[in-house]
Structure formats: C-alpha cells, structure tokens
C-alpha cells in the first residue's frame, strides 16, 4: 500500500491517543498509528525528499498538528501528545469513524488565533487556498505559511511551559534580536518577587542614559487594564519613558486603548506576535533553506 495522507492518519491517531489517556511520546504514536494502518517495511523506510525524515512520520505529525488545532489534543511536553478533555470526548463520540465532512472541518481548521486581539491574520487552510491547480509559486507560499503557523502554535506551548525566569530571558534574547541594546550585556534580566512591574531592563547607549523597560508574562488568559496600568505606573517609578510589556496571551480591547492613550512609547506584544518575532529573528528556532532553480535569462542571451 502507499503512504496515507496526512488526513488519513487523524482518525487512527486519535482513537490511538484515546486508548493512551496519559499521553505518550510522538514516537509511540508514530509506531503504533502505523501498525494500525497496517504500513510495511517498505512504506516506513519512505523518506521526505530532502532524506531526513520518514514520509509517515511527517505526514502523522502534520495529522496531529490539525488536532491540536481543533483543540483535541496538545503537547504538554516536547515530544509528548495527549487528547484534551474535549478530544476524549470527541473520540468517544466518533468511535465508529469520522464521517467525510467532519473531518474536512479538521483538515481547515486554521491555527489558533486566541492569542491577540485583534485576531492576527492567521491563514485558513480552505479549498481556495489549497486548489490543485494553483501555480507552483503558490503552492509554495501556502505550505510556507502553513509550515509559519504550525511552529508558531508549538512555540506558544514550549513558552507556556517554561519557567516564568525562562520566558524573561527568552523576551530578551528577543529584543536583542531585533537590535536593541549594544551588545548581550546591555540586557538586563531583574524579574523577581516585588520587582515592581519590571522583569528586564535594556540599555540603548553605552552610558545607560536611555532605557527600555521590560514586563514578560507568562498568561493564558489575557492581560487586562490593570496589568498595563500597574506597568505604566512602574516605568513612572522609575522614571522611564519606553516600555515593552510581552505576554504568551493576549490583550483586552480596553488595555490596548488604555496603552495606546497613555504613552506614544509603551509597545504591547502578543503570544502570537512574540512567536512571529521568534521564527523571524532566529530564536528558539532553526531556517531550513530550499533550493529553487530558475532561468538565468542573462546566460542565455546571447544563445
């Protein structure tokens, strides 16, 4: 038999997490998902074309990232997955099968987008965007993208189970990133029970005259008026004009009104946002590069 699709492998990967209630590692999952579907030697020693991973491998990690997505299941550890309340129940529901169209609701489902608000534009896998016939050029961006979304979501779960020390120094390995501050040194991580609102503080000249202050939560819920009031009443404290308040979360409507009436110069970032900035500036992540030929029409000029 050939490799199933990716959507293929959510039905038998979610009956086998519901027999495994506490969880397991995405190894086991990858074994006994293809023992269910009954893949042969053969179809298990098919690698994705760049020789590093197995077809069925990528394709029953793909299957789960779209369960994480209907929020079904999650990885409460790097590398492990279990069904959420909600898929237990789900599995139990659909014990006998998945019928067609619900699970094409499953394979759309776009990435969580309770993050920030307003919602970012996070990029709905429909049929518009996935039509066989779209150009090459456009099949690649909507894989790249889908690829963005899929590490942005796992990058909000490792965030949300770091240590609260952890994510303040990821906020300023972060900003560093972006540029700011002369040199690692100029980062200064001082969140600590009564610190005031204030986890870190960035340097923007060698004297130390100019500074950024920084506030990282490590929230589900989202952070409220108070939260940026207090902060702003902190960067007051100590006299400060510029503030970044990062969260793993979101903000209310009314804390971003509150912000943006405050001060020209205290920047809100979200749990999405942060994830975007990590992917781009490199932290917490690895670029793969692909290789796309092309015409030189130069070199062909004179043929």
Do not use: C
Request: charged content about 25%.
């Amino acid at each position: 038999m050939s490799v199933p699709t990716y959507d293929q492998f959510i039905e038998p990967l979610l009956q086998v997490l519901a027999q495994r209630r506490d969880g397991l590692r995405a190894s086991e999952a990858h074994a006994l998902v293809s023992e269910a579907v009954g893949l042969s030697e053969a179809d298990k020693a098919e690698l994705l074309p760049s020789g590093k991973q197995a077809v069925y491998q990528n394709r029953i990690s793909w299957a789960h990232d779209r369960l994480k997505r209907a929020g079904l299941s999650q990885s409460p550890k790097r590398g492990r997955w279990r069904l959420t309340p909600e898929g237990l129940t789900y599995a139990t529901e659909h014990a006998a099968g998945i019928a067609p169209g619900e699970l094409d609701t499953l394979v759309r489902v776009p990435a969580d987008s309770k993050a920030g608000e307003p919602d970012p534009p996070h990029r709905a896998t429909h049929p518009d965007a996935t039509i066989v016939n779209a150009s090459p050029d456009e099949r690649i961006d909507e894989a790249v993208g889908e690829l963005h979304d899929s590490v942005a979501a796992e990058l909000l779960e490792l965030m949300h189970s770091a240590t609260p020390a952890f994510f303040e120094q990821l906020v300023l390995d972060v900003l560093h990133g972006l540029g700011y501050g002369l040199d690692r040194a100029s980062l200064r991580q001082v969140g600590r029970s009564g610190d005031g609102g204030i986890d870190g503080i960035i340097s923007l000249d060698r004297l130390g005259l100019e500074k950024v202050y920084v506030q990282a939560k490590r929230w589900q819920d989202k952070v409220g008026r108070p939260q940026i009031q207090s902060f702003f009443g902190a960067l007051a404290g100590h006299r400060a004009t510029k503030g970044v308040f990062m969260t793993t979360s979101g903000f209310t409507k009314v804390a971003r009104e509150y912000a943006a009436q405050v001060s020209d110069s205290l920047v809100l970032i979200d749990g999405r946002r942060l994830a975007d900035l990590m992917i781009e500036e490199g932290i917490g992540v690895s670029h793969r590069i692909v290789r796309i030929a092309k015409i030189d029409s130069d070199y062909f000029d004179e043929a």
